[in-house]
């Protein structure tokens, strides 16, 4: 049972390029998040999904985009990354939406020169 | 959504009880206290959670009076692993909110 996985662990990108993170959960888990953190930061909510089929915006979306591809996975995707975009991204799943203790992976460190 | 305050840091020498305080004055009716753990380089951890009185588990006591405006998560004798960030969360039907924390630091 490796709980919430993520790839890659590390990535540096040039500004412009393109990339998706990765995240699976084998908990059977309903609901899946992506998060930021930001140095010294505590996390922000990018993008959410409550369930299978459906995505929400989190409290910074832009310049993100996710799939929920299934009920194990849900993706991250940086179309045109940016400086800006440099950060720790965590991906996490919960049971339940929202309400529910909420499981995280060991995060990317992702890079943006 | 509601927001948490809670110290920016704590230090704290081995061995001893450590408490952290929060205060959620805008705690909602079904709102949850939720604290997690987090270590260097990795991601939150769920601690502990609860309604109202007081909540323990193996890890932490969490403390929460009548009124539910504020919260404190007790760590008894404290170890050098314990140095993590804690944060303290309101946990209802909206989007969870991680502050910055606090940077607890156990020293020998």
């Known amino acids: 049972n490796a709980g919430v996985t993520q790839t890659p662990k590390f990535q540096v990108l040039k500004t412009g390029q393109s990339m998706t993170l990765q995240c699976a959960q084998d908990m059977n888990h309903n609901s899946m998040y992506w998060y930021r953190q930001d140095p010294g930061m505590g996390l922000r909510l990018i993008y959410y999904?409550?369930?299978?089929?459906?995505?929400d915006k989190g409290e910074v979306p832009n310049g993100y985009n996710v799939s929920r591809l299934n009920k194990r996975e849900f993706s991250l995707r940086l179309e045109s990354a940016a400086p800006s975009q440099t950060s720790v991204y965590f991906c996490a799943s919960s049971e339940a939406p929202l309400g529910d203790t909420q499981y995280f992976g060991p995060g990317t460190r992702l890079t943006v020169l | 959504l509601a927001k948490t305050t809670q110290p920016i840091s704590m230090d704290s020498y081995e061995g001893q009880e450590v408490n952290i305080t929060c205060s959620h004055n805008n705690i909602a009716t079904n709102d949850y206290i939720t604290w997690y753990q987090q270590f260097p380089s990795q991601g939150p951890r769920f601690i502990i959670q609860g309604y109202k009185t007081k909540v323990t588990n193996e890890v932490a006591s969490l403390f929460i009076p009548a009124d539910r405006k504020s919260s404190t998560l007790s760590l008894p004798r404290v170890s050098l692993s314990d140095t993590a960030v804690y944060y303290c969360?309101?946990?209802?039907?909206?989007?969870?909110?991680f502050g910055k924390g606090t940077r607890l630091s156990v020293i020998a």
């Open positions: 999904s409550a369930s299978e089929g459906t995505t």
């Open positions: 969360l309101v946990q209802g039907n909206t989007p969870l909110v």
